[in-house]
């Protein structure tokens, strides 16, 4: 079992910065994949980006690619999703999810633990 927390969303104003963090207990850290998801209103939840076991692969969605950034710190047990330059289209639920191996992968189907998701709202 992985036990994942979401922590950092908020309100934002288009072009601005939030940090999104992902604290899992329950495995050990370097062992899963890690990845963000993200759900707007009435949209179906999407790939939004990966990371590795040990951090060394990552990937993202084109539509936040050289905007996003993940990251990760096994020493923390803590992922993070940097967001630099919001749009009000990033307006969703941003959901951390785990897998139980280290590869990462973008398909949805391939996590088993997921968190309970943190609002982002980037206004116009």
């Known amino acids: 079992q992985v036990q994942l927390v979401e922590s950092g969303g908020g309100l934002v104003q288009a072009g601005g910065s939030l940090r999104l963090s992902c604290a899992a207990s329950?495995?050990?850290?370097?062992?899963?994949?890690l990845g963000w998801f993200r759900q707007a209103p009435g949209k179906e939840r999407e790939f939004v980006s990966a990371?590795?076991?040990?951090?060394?692969?990552?990937y993202y969605a084109d539509s936040v690619k050289g905007r996003f950034t993940v990251s990760r710190d096994n020493a923390k047990n803590t992922m993070y999703l940097q967001m630099n330059s919001l749009k009000p289209e990033d307006t969703a639920v941003y959901y951390c999810?785990?897998?139980?191996?280290?590869?990462?992968?973008?398909?949805?189907?391939?996590?088993?633990?997921w968190g309970q998701g943190t609002q982002v709202t980037v206004s116009s």
């Open positions: 999810a785990a897998r139980g191996g280290s590869i990462a992968t973008i398909r949805r189907a391939g996590y088993d633990y």
């Open positions: 329950g495995r050990t850290f370097r062992t899963i994949a």
């Open positions: 990371i590795s076991g040990g951090g060394g692969s990552t």
